[in-house]
């Protein structure tokens, strides 16, 4: 069974800094392609980033391109979120993600249960 344990969360004034953790197991991490998705009040959820099997290749969604930079450390199976320059509307639930294969797009098919980030103005 494949576990995601997300960290980091909290509230920052805007223009702050937070780093966000991932933690997996249930597989070989190495293998596979990681990323992050969000969900603001009573908005949709959304892609934040991924990364894939190796740390080689990244994307970013326009919203946070040049502030949040993911990255990964195979040998602690951990995927991370540095976000800087926050903004207000970057309020929301991150999600740790997972992709089937060392690919970092498609659809993921497992989720954390998610770390609330809260940027006041």
């Known amino acids: 069974q494949v576990q995601l344990v997300e960290s980091g969360g909290g509230l920052v004034q805007a223009g702050g800094s937070l780093k966000l953790s991932c933690a997996a197991s249930?597989?070989?991490?190495?293998?596979?392609?990681m990323g992050w998705f969000r969900q603001a009040p009573g908005k949709e959820r959304e892609f934040v980033s991924s990364i894939n099997w190796s740390g080689s290749y990244t994307v970013y969604a326009d919203s946070v391109k040049g502030r949040f930079t993911i990255s990964r450390n195979n040998a602690k199976s951990t995927v991370y979120l540095q976000m800087n320059s926050l903004k207000p509307e970057d309020t929301a639930v991150y999600y740790c993600?997972?992709?089937?294969?060392?690919?970092?797009?498609?659809?993921?098919?497992?989720w954390g249960q998610g770390t609330q980030v809260t940027v006041s103005s």
């Open positions: 993600v997972s992709y089937p294969s060392g690919y970092y797009g498609g659809r993921p098919d497992y």
């Open positions: 249930g597989r070989t991490f190495s293998s596979y392609g």
